[in-house]
């Protein structure tokens, strides 16, 4: 039995530098607990093919939008004695 060694094809090798990149991106894992009904929601969340990984990065990225005002450190107030 020979092994014969196929080139990509131009669109395939496209694609797989594209996918690696994007992997690239995302290199840092995270475990998150989620309750019985939040993972049945995303169950069928993926079964309308929803990527579910992607929708939870953005639900993130506008969570921290939107409170980024209460999340940055404040500065602390010298109280002048006099």
């Known amino acids: 039995m020979s092994f014969t060694f ?3 094809e131009p669109n395939n ?6 996918v690696l990149q ?4 995302y290199n ?7 309750s019985e009904k ?8 993926k079964s309308y ?3 579910v990984s992607q ?3 953005e639900a993130i990225k506008e969570k921290i939008q ?7 450190p404040k500065p602390d107030k010298i109280k002048c004695p006099f």
């Open 13 to 18: 090798c496209i694609k797989l530098i594209n």
């Open 22 to 25: 994007f992997m690239k991106k």
């Open 49 to 51: 093919n929803v990527d």
């Open 66 to 72: 939107r409170e980024y005002s209460e999340l940055k």
């Open 38 to 45: 939040q993972h049945q929601t995303l169950l069928k969340m």
């Open 55 to 57: 929708f939870i990065r």
């Open 28 to 34: 840092k894992i995270k475990v998150l607990r989620i």
């Open 6 to 8: 196929k080139p990509l």
